[in-house]
Every structure is written in C-alpha cells, then in structure tokens.
C-alpha cells in the first residue's frame, strides 16, 4: 500500500508538472515569453503563437516518454527508481522550455530603462507577523524537548532519512538524535530567510497604481503559501519523531503533499505571475501597456532563463521569468547562506549516518 501511495504521487506530480509547463508561457507577464522581454502583444501574433504550438507538442511527447519510463522502470527496478524518472521528465520540459526560448530570443526588445521603488515601508510585512513565523521553530523545539525529557522511548537506532520504498535507509544513534532536529532546523532557517527576503529584499516591479496593487496581492498570497509549507514540514518532521515507524506515515501524507501543491499552483495561476491576470477595481482583464516593461532586467543576467545573476542589483529576490512565484539573485551573499542552510538539512543527516553507523 504504501508503494502504491507513493507511485501515485510521484506520478501525480510529474503531471502536474507538465500541466503547468503547458500553461506557464500564458501565466507570465505579458512582454515576458520564454524568460524572453518581448514587444507588447508579440506573444498573440502569428510567430508567438506558432512558438507555443512547437513547444506544447515537443511537452507532450516528453511527458509521454518520461510516463513510459516510470512504469518500465517500476516493473523492472522496483519504486526505488521512480525519483529519478521524475527528474528526467523536469529535464525534458526544460529542454522544451530552452528550445522554444532560443526561438524567441531574435524577437528579444530591450526593457523600459524606468525603474520604480517604493519609498515607504508599509506593504513590507510578513503575512501574521513574526509570531506566526517563528511558529515552525516553536513547534520543532518544543517536539526536541519532549524527546529530550522522556528519551527512554527513543530506539536504539533512530531513522533520519527514508528511501524512495518508503524505508529508512539511514539512522544514527539515540544519542544524536539532535542531528535530524538540525537538519530540519536548517531547512526551515533558509525558507524563513526568503520569507524575510519576500518582504524585505524584493525588487518590485511596479511599486504604484493598480499594477502594484496587484503585485503586492501576488507577492502576500506566495508569502503565505511558503508559511503553509514550512508549518508542514515542521508537523510532518516532528510526527516522524514522535510516532514509532514515522517512515509508514512519511508515506501516507504524501497525499497531502500533492493537494497542497495542487492548490498552491492554482491559487498563483489564478493570480498570474505578479497578479498579472487580476482585473484591478473598475478594469477589465489586464492587457499588455504600450512599451516592454517585462521585469525591468536585461535578458542578459538571465541563465538558462531560469537563473537571476546581477551584480548590479541589490535585490535578494526577483520573480521567476519562467514559473510563479520567485526566484534568488545569484550574485548575492546571502543567496548561497540560503542555498547552504538549505544544503545542510539533505547533506546532514547522510554524513552522521556514514560517520556513527
């Protein structure tokens, strides 16, 4: 059963992917395609909309092969394969996405030199403030000292990580159990360090007017998804810790991992990258302006048209060219302090299995 929970998952997930990488060229700002700045409306004329259809089909056969190697590789190597077929399908709609950006580039405009800046404070705030934020860290150090008080119940050997089949396949010993609480602990440090970074290090596009009045809702609405996600983690860590064979229910909440991440991708959508798709008051639906604003950056610090490197900007967090929500400044010091934390709780909890098994 919960091998057949988590092929369903995984598999779920992977066509979500494709759904969204099917939508996400019309989910962007309007002069955005493809990670591309392009001429307001380029996207609705012969050449756009011929782009897309080359895209969509190439999307298509990709997602059907990387589904034909899931079930080959199940019936032949068992579920521990399965994460690695779901990589391939990401690869593959990346190579889609890369290919129909190369078509676009030679349509590529320059953006508006004009920047916008919001000069007061007020729309900087963390959705429930620092109480609601510091919750995760509550509730994690909490469950570390129930364990810490009534430690005669810990086993022996204490599973820090499970494997694609849903079993643990490393532990370390009664005595380090803090290593797993770190772990996750440095996990939930990076995501409340963009959550600071979403209030606080944000370049906003349009800082003003009804554009930024739908910003500001896109950007809150992400914020508080990444507050859901954390509490998440933090309750599914701390019942694994606390429940004896955590692995089995590690498993069964998967479920409500893909209802969560359902209902995260269609609230953003909804919203559109930015809240490009929400009518402001007394408009109709909002259409692209007179000159390229895109996201006020050059195509240039843009690799791969997924990642954001500028030297020259001191915004930590940028919106995503090619996906809802935001993306790191890779330029930035303390991008690679949130890449490192959230390096630390994957790696961690290996290398004490390898150092005390």
Request: proline fraction near 5%.
């Amino acid at each position: 059963m919960i091998r057949l929970t988590l092929v369903v998952t995984i598999t779920a997930v992977g066509m979500l992917n494709t759904v969204l990488f099917w939508f996400m060229p019309r989910l962007t700002r309007h002069d955005l395609y493809f990670a591309v700045t392009v001429a307001p409306g380029f996207r609705d004329d012969s050449e756009g909309k011929s782009i897309l259809r080359r895209y969509r089909t190439e999307l298509i056969l990709a997602s059907a092969l990387a589904l034909a190697a899931v079930v080959a590789a199940v019936s032949w190597l068992g579920v521990g394969v399965i994460p690695g077929c779901f990589y391939m399908q990401v690869a593959a709609s990346f190579i889609a996405f890369y290919r129909a950006r190369q078509h676009v580039l030679s349509h590529a405009v320059p953006p508006t030199t004009i920047r916008e800046a919001e000069l007061g404070g007020g729309n900087r705030i963390i959705p429930g403030g620092w109480v609601v934020a510091s919750g995760p860290f509550v509730l994690l150090a909490a469950c570390a000292a129930y364990l810490w008080i009534h430690g005669e119940g810990i086993p022996a050997r204490f599973a820090i990580h499970w494997g694609a089949g849903g079993q643990p396949n490393a532990s370390v010993a009664r005595g380090l159990v803090s290593v797993y609480f770190l772990s996750t602990a440095g996990i939930l440090a990076a995501l409340t360090l963009i959550l600071y970074g979403m209030a606080h290090w944000v370049r906003s596009v349009h800082a003003g007017g009804p554009e930024g009045v739908r910003e500001l809702k896109f950007r809150r609405t992400a914020s508080a998804i990444l507050l859901v996600w954390e509490y998440f983690i933090t309750i599914q860590s701390s019942w694994i810790a606390l429940v004896p064979r955590g692995h089995d229910l590690r498993v069964a909440l998967l479920p409500f991992l893909l209802v969560f991440v359902l209902v995260a991708m269609v609230v953003l959508a909804r919203l559109g990258q930015g809240g490009s798709r929400v009518p402001a008051a007394n408009e109709g639906s909002p259409g692209p302006s007179a000159v390229p604003v895109g996201d006020r950056t050059q195509d240039k610090y843009w690799k791969l048209g997924i990642f954001y490197f500028n030297q020259d900007d001191s915004a930590v967090i940028v919106e995503h060219r090619f996906g809802l929500g935001y993306t790191l400044n890779f330029a930035r010091s303390v991008t690679w302090v949130i890449v490192l934390l959230g390096l630390m709780g994957a790696l961690v909890p290996v290398l004490a299995h390898r150092m005390h098994r």
